[in-house]
């Protein structure tokens, strides 16, 4: 059996969306979400069963999250996108 690959998401505006569809592609694992506001932070990480966390800091500490889907307002992909990346994160981010 082929292992699967850890994904965060961050964002979860439009990354509830993410998180479905890793959910459900074969060979991915949803393991974290993260976002500033508690409101939707708390009911995604209990829905999708996965970790939850307020700080992109705290995420990339997380050594089960290899990818990270970043799905923020367009101004914060860049900053958040370096530091997943100097974290030695992959990185996919939403437009």
């Known amino acids: 059996m082929p292992r699967e690959i850890g994904f965060a998401v961050v964002g979860l505006g439009m990354g509830r969306h993410h998180c479905k569809a890793i959910q459900a592609a074969p060979g991915a694992r949803l393991v974290a979400v993260c976002d500033l506001d508690e409101e939707r932070l708390r009911p995604a990480a209990q829905e999708y069963g996965c970790r939850a966390y307020a700080a992109v800091e705290e995420l990339l500490g997380d050594d089960?999250?290899?990818v990270v889907n970043i799905a923020t307002p367009s101004?914060?992909?860049t900053a958040l996108g370096v530091r997943c990346v100097a974290a030695g994160k992959h990185l996919i981010v939403e437009k």
């Open 64 to 66: 089960q999250v290899e």
């Open 75 to 77: 101004g914060t992909h």
